[in-house]
C-alpha cells in the first residue's frame, strides 16, 4: 500500500513512516524539506500519485490565528485536491482532543475548519484527535513562562506518549475509513500545573509553576474539562508520565 504522509518529517510523521514500512508499505513522506508544499501545491500531484492514503500530521508554521487558518485551510484545499485527481480512497489527519472546546485559541479555530473540509470533501476520511503530547510539555512551559515563573491553570490533561498516538495512527491509515472522529489519550488524568511542576523538576528545570485559574493556555482561556475527552470515549494508551520521563 502507497502511503503518503504530509508533514512526514516531523515528531509524528517520521514515526509514522518509519512505522509503515517497518509494516511493509511504501511509505513517502512529504514535507518541504523533501519537495512537497501542500500551501504552494509544489511537488503534491507528484507525491499523491498512486497512493491508497494520504495521512496529514502536519502541525503548522505559526500559532499565530490568521496564518493558522491560512495555513490549515489552504494545505487542506490543495491536498484534498490532489487526492482526488490521483483516485485516493481514505484521508486520515491527526487533530486535537477538546479542538472545538477552546474557541479562544487561533490554532485550535484553524484545525477546527480543516476537519469540516475532510468531512465535506466526500472523501472517505478517519479524523484521529490526541490529546497533549508528553513531549510538547516543555512547549507548554515555556509559553507560559514569565521570567523564573510558569503560569498555569489547573485545567485536566491527559497526555500521552507520541509513540502510542503513533500505532494508533498507523492501525487507522492501514484500515478503512472510519468517516468518524477517533480519540486517543493516555492513560492517566492531570491538572496541567501538576505535569509542568513533575517535568520540570525531573529534568532540573529550576522555574517555579504557579497555579493561576486565570492564566491562559496559548492565549486562550481553558474550562477545566476542554482538553481531556469524554469519558469511555477515547482510546486509551498505555505508557505513563512516570515511565516516559525515566526513558527520557
Known sequence: MKIVVIGGTGLIGS???AELRGRGHDAVPASPSTGVDAVTGKGLAAAVAGA???????KGRSSEAGAAMEFFTTATRNVLAAERNAGVWHH???SIVGVDRVPGSGHYRAKVAQERLIEESGIPYSIVRATQFFEFVRAIADSAAEGGTVLLPPA??????AADVVAVLAEIVTGPPLRDIVEVAG???FRLDEVARTALAVWGDRRTVITDPGAPYFGAELDERALVPDEGRARVATT???????SG
Do not use: G, I, K
Open 15 to 17: 514515526r509514522l513512516v
Open 52 to 58: 491508497d492514503v494520504v495521512a496529514d500530521v502536519s
Open 92 to 94: 486520515v489527519v491527526l
Open 156 to 161: 485536566l490533561v491527559q497526555p500521552v506518549a
Open 187 to 189: 492513560p492517566e488524568v
Open 240 to 246: 505513563p508520565f512516570a515511565r516516559w520521563l525515566r
